[in-house]
């Protein structure tokens, strides 16, 4: 089993910058590949960025790609997202995720996961 527990939410201005932190309890990284989602509210949650269980490939949204960027992975045991250029669109809680694996696989569903952090909130105002 592995714990989630995401930090580093908060209010930021547009244009702004933010880092979110996974920090896992239980079990290391070693093995998980990581993703991060979002939901706003009235809509449903949807994929910000993932890395594999090596740490050593990320996929990022095309909505966020070249203003979010995921780290961390094996053999740390915190994964990050460090979000730039915020926009308002960009509000919503965000969330991380675990999913056991011994391959090198990006997931970027939200089904393809098992492990949740209980999010944490981000907001951008105008």
């Known amino acids: 089993q592995v714990q989630l527990v995401e930090s580093g939410g908060g209010l930021v201005q547009a244009g702004g910058s933010l880092s979110l932190s996974c920090a896992a309890s239980?079990?290391?990284?070693?093995?998980?590949?990581m993703g991060w989602f979002r939901q706003a509210p009235g809509k449903e949650r949807e994929f910000v960025a993932a890395?594999?269980?090596?740490?050593?490939?990320?996929v990022a949204a095309d909505s966020v790609k070249g203003r979010f960027t995921i780290s961390g992975g094996h053999p740390k045991t915190t994964t990050d997202l460090k979000m730039n250029s915020l926009k308002p669109e960009d509000t919503a809680v965000y969330y991380c995720a675990a999913r056991p694996t011994t391959t090198n696989v990006l997931y970027t569903q939200s089904w393809d996961y098992n492990y949740w952090g209980q999010g944490t909130q981000v907001t951008v105002s105008s």
């Open positions: 239980g079990r290391t990284f070693s093995t998980y590949a």
């Open positions: 890395m594999s269980a090596s740490g050593g490939s990320s």
